[in-house]
């Protein structure tokens, strides 16, 4: 609150540049989890077949 | 872009200490369970005619072969359980990139106990809330079809997510009731259900799947939230 204005906005600047990484960071580790946990592609199905049961992600 | 590379850094040294740690306890928890499984499940295959299995509906895909029929799968014993320390680690670095992200975003220290309870957080989302609708199930068991059980489970950890952060970020009164409606909301539509079957399999060793599973699954989640919190304070502020 006893920011002045301009220091606010380039903590918002700043801010909103962690988020744009950090969301993409985590859009990365979605596409990961689901290659490895939801492929239909069949060979990636069998090699990662007992992670998909043990982690209780849906299986054949 | 320091913290994406922060992110990474910190997501791949924890996922790594994280996915070969979990291998060894699946290795005693649900590895020999599975391998149980597919006991019955290889004997219910040769056993029954093949038009009667069908009829059964699904312990197969839409009349898919299974994989044990013709793809190509690793083989049993080193190169299979290779597979798994593999599948665990890139399993371990997707979900902590998105541990690091989030705390990354939080813009301030995160304490591992703090990442304690993110970690608690993604055993609830990940684990805890598509077990209900969809148990941990072994090889061999009926289950209803694949994609309907993947956009249910994915929809409710979706739905949980976003409920658990109304709750805890929000306070007020009507953030409190969305977030616990949304949390039920998947649970009561309810998940696609599987065809009335026999199973081979006994319930037995079912009922202990599902308790190795939730265990595991726990100190995966426990685990990886202190990992991840520890490795990204150090990477992102190693001054302090």
Same mark, same amino acid.
């Given at each position: 609150m006893q920011q002045s204005q301009s220091a606010r906005l380039s903590a918002i600047a700043v801010d909103s540049n962690v988020i744009a990484q #950090?969301?993409?960071?985590? #859009?990365?580790?979605?596409?990961?989890?689901?290659?490895?946990?939801?492929?239909?592609?069949? #060979?990636?199905?069998? #090699?990662?077949?007992?992670?998909?049961?043990?982690?209780?992600?849906?299986?054949? | 872009m320091p913290v994406f590379r922060s992110i990474v850094f910190a997501a791949a040294l924890a996922g790594l200490i994280v996915g070969v740690v979990i291998s060894i306890a699946q290795f005693f928890g649900t590895v020999p369970l599975i391998q149980q499984s597919e006991v019955y499940e290889r004997k219910a295959e040769t056993g &029954?005619?093949?038009?009667?299995?069908e009829q059964g509906g699904a312990t197969h895909d839409q009349g898919k072969p299974h994989s044990h029929d013709r793809e190509w799968e690793p083989e049993d014993g080193f190169q299979r359980n290779a597979f798994t320390v593999a599948a665990n680690i890139l399993t371990a670095i997707g979900f902590a990139l998105l541990l690091a992200g989030i705390y990354a975003i939080r813009g301030r220290q995160v304490t591992w106990r703090e990442g304690l309870l993110w970690g608690l957080a993604g055993?609830? &989302?990940?684990?805890?809330?598509?077990?209900?609708?969809?148990?941990?199930?072994l090889p061999g068991m009926?289950?209803?079809?694949?994609?309907?059980?993947?956009?249910?489970?994915?929809?409710?950890a979706a739905a949980t997510a976003g409920g658990l952060c109304l709750l805890v970020f929000r306070p007020a009164a009507w953030a409190a009731v969305l977030g616990l409606a949304l949390i039920a909301l998947p649970?009561?539509?309810?998940?696609?259900?599987?065809p009335e079957s026999h199973s081979e399999v006994p319930a037995a060793l079912?009922?202990?799947?599902? &308790?190795? &599973?939730?265990?595991t699954s726990l100190l995966f989640w426990s685990l990886l939230g202190v990992a991840t919190s520890i490795a990204f304070e150090r990477i992102s502020r190693p001054q302090i």
């Open positions: #950090a969301v993409l960071a985590m #859009a990365l580790g979605l596409f990961i989890v689901g290659v490895v946990g939801f492929s239909h592609i069949s #060979a990636v199905h069998n #090699a990662a077949h007992d992670v998909r049961h043990a982690n209780a992600f849906p299986c054949h | &029954v005619p093949p038009a009667a299995h055993f609830v &989302v990940f684990t805890a809330a598509p077990s209900l609708g969809l148990p941990p199930e009926p289950v209803a079809p694949l994609t309907a059980r993947q956009t249910w489970w994915i929809a409710t649970h009561l539509v309810g998940a696609p259900l599987a079912s009922h202990r799947f599902v &308790v190795a &599973v939730t265990l």
